[in-house]
């Protein structure tokens, strides 16, 4: 008998590998933070003694989600966007960054810590900053909480027809890659582009320089406006994406792009040639941008995945993402072609773990020998989700953030039976609640000068 730290039991491994194997009484056993075996669970048990050993016999076992696109500091504007706001020409410029510049450091390490308890209780192990105004406190508490987080900062420096220096933004990435790239096995520092429009050629060839020079990926918002489409054809003659091809983005591994809901078939060819990931983010692309053509388009051989876009819009509910794509690419899908067969369950799984690991360029998304050991375990038993006759149809259709009952990261059980081991979430709902009038006050200054909202 081999000695593993943990085996942990299901009614239902759904392993998402190349097979797509999904077991009923399955097992998983755990070591040094990897998965050493999956399978039947009288075959792992007879085979592995584990140190621990946790059964969940009603529940099912997925890889770890991952939330390949938010904004942990934008989650106290939850509730605050109404939909005049979403009329301004874009949201970002008027109301997201003008919020993060006024936030102060002290708010938004309570924004980061409420974003990481609500990934955590959705079963999210694994995310993808944007771009963050306070990275710094943002790695801190990824350190601290053991979730996987891509940590980046907010790289820009055209914002309102102001411009700042270059080459200060490039020496602030360039000092948070070297204060925090390397410290602890679940941070990662990867490079940023706001957006194309906020950004001069000169701060963006540095970007991807410091991308390619230090083998890290790389984020950014793409395709995400019809102005920036204009934008970029009539400046460089080039759609955004071919542009920024051209000007070196085909170097960098890996390369998530938020949104993308404005390509072209010739931007989406340029994706499955380079190997680059897109984020769809189906609520907030809906209110704000159109249908993703994610949901309706052949997707064969693109890397695709689900993102939040932070607490600001939702609750950072990747299975709920899960479930408002399948109704809009069907929807939309059926009104073009009558065609109801598309987007099916395996494939929308497999959005919600990062195209099964492959947009963040590690061995995660899937539960398989040799993968990192992040898993997320959903419990069925209840009459909102019963019979459970298809365990993938039932974790997409039907299950959500609520039905999370455990989180194992790196074979670390960061969430048992519905408490979070590695935050003090009581202590941060007592400071949101302490706190609110202030939030409050900061939104009430920064929404005066917009007079669209007596609209």
Same mark, same amino acid.
């Given at each position: 008998m081999e000695r593993v730290d943990t085996?942990?039991?299901?009614?239902?491994?759904?392993?998402?590998?190349?097979?797509?194997?999904?077991?009923?009484?399955?097992?998983?056993?755990?070591?040094?933070?990897?998965?050493?075996?999956?399978?039947?669970?009288?075959?792992?048990?007879?085979?592995?003694?584990g140190e621990e050993v946790v059964e969940r016999r009603h529940h099912v076992i997925v890889p770890g989600l991952i939330d390949c696109h938010t904004h942990t500091q934008q989650y106290l504007l939850?509730?605050?966007?109404?939909?005049?706001?979403?009329?301004?020409p874009p949201v970002w410029t008027k109301v997201l960054v003008p919020f993060e510049r006024v936030m102060g450091?002290?708010?938004? &390490?309570?924004?980061?810590?409420?974003?990481?308890?609500?990934? =955590? +209780?959705?079963?999210?192990?694994?995310? #993808?900053?944007? %771009?963050?105004?306070?990275?710094?406190?943002?790695?801190?508490?990824v350190l601290r909480s053991g979730i996987r987080?891509?940590?980046?900062?907010?790289?820009?420096?055209?914002?309102?027809?102001?411009?700042?220096?270059?080459?200060?933004?490039?020496?602030?990435?360039?000092?948070?890659?070297?204060?925090?790239?390397?410290?602890?096995?679940n941070l990662r520092v990867w490079m940023s582009i706001r957006q194309v429009m906020m950004v001069t050629e000169e701060l963006m060839e540095a970007v991807i320089e410091m991308g390619r020079k230090y083998g890290v990926g790389l984020t950014l918002h793409l395709g995400e406006y019809q102005g920036e489409v204009d934008y970029t054809l009539a400046k460089?003659? &080039?759609?955004?994406?071919?542009?920024?091809?051209?000007?070196? =983005? +085909?170097?960098?591994?890996?390369?998530? #792009?938020?949104? %993308?809901?404005?390509?072209?078939?010739?931007?989406?060819?340029?994706?499955?040639?380079?190997?680059?990931?897109?984020?769809?983010?189906?609520?907030?692309?809906?209110?704000?941008?159109?249908?993703h053509w994610a949901g309706f388009t052949g997707i064969e051989g693109l890397r695709i995945g689900l993102g939040s876009d932070g607490g600001a819009w939702g609750r950072l509910d990747i299975l709920h993402e899960a479930k408002v794509a399948k109704a809009l690419g069907?929807?939309?899908?059926?009104?073009?072609?009558?065609?109801?067969?598309?987007?099916?369950?395996?494939?929308?799984?497999?959005?919600?773990?990062?195209?099964?690991?492959?947009?963040?360029?590690?061995?995660?998304?899937?539960?398989?020998?040799?993968?990192?050991?992040?898993?997320?375990? =959903?419990?069925?038993?209840?009459?909102?989700?019963l019979p459970l006759n298809n365990p993938v149809d039932s974790v997409v259709n039907y299950l959500e953030g609520d039905n999370v009952t455990d989180v194992v990261i790196g074979g670390r059980l960061v969430v048992r039976n519905g408490r979070i081991s590695s935050m003090?979430?009581?202590?941060?709902?007592?400071?949101?609640?302490?706190?609110?009038?202030?939030?409050?006050?900061?939104?009430?200054?920064?929404?005066?000068q917009l007079k669209v909202l007596s609209a």
């Open positions: 085996v942990l039991s299901g009614g239902y491994v759904v392993t998402l590998d190349e097979f797509n194997r999904v077991i009923p009484r399955g097992a998983v056993a755990i070591r040094d933070g990897v998965i050493v075996d999956v399978g039947v669970e009288d075959d792992i048990r007879g085979r592995y003694v939850r509730s605050a966007i109404n939909d005049a706001m979403l009329q301004l450091e002290d708010l938004a &390490r309570l924004s980061t810590q409420a974003s990481i308890l609500n990934m =955590l +209780r959705n079963g999210v192990t694994y995310f #993808i900053e944007a %771009g963050a105004p306070y990275p710094e406190t943002l790695a801190q508490e987080g891509v940590v980046t900062y907010a790289t820009y420096d055209v914002a309102e027809g102001k411009v700042a220096e270059p080459g200060d933004v490039v020496r602030k990435v360039e000092e948070l890659y070297r204060s925090y790239s390397g410290r602890g096995g460089h003659g &080039r759609r955004p994406l071919e542009y920024l091809v051209e000007r070196g =983005l +085909r170097h960098v591994k890996p390369v998530v #792009i938020a949104h %993308g809901v404005f390509f072209s078939p010739s931007e989406i060819e340029l994706l499955r040639r380079y190997g680059m990931g897109v984020c769809w983010c189906p609520t907030v692309d809906s209110w704000l941008m159109g249908p069907k929807a939309v899908a059926n009104a073009i072609s009558y065609f109801k067969a598309g987007l099916d369950s395996n494939a929308l799984l497999g959005m919600a773990t990062g195209s099964r690991g492959l947009m963040t360029g590690e061995k995660v998304g899937r539960v398989e020998k040799g993968y990192a050991a992040d898993l997320t375990i =959903l419990d069925a038993r209840t009459v909102k989700t003090d979430e009581e202590g941060v709902v007592r400071e949101l609640l302490e706190r609110e009038g202030e939030v409050k006050e900061k939104l009430r200054e920064l929404t005066k």
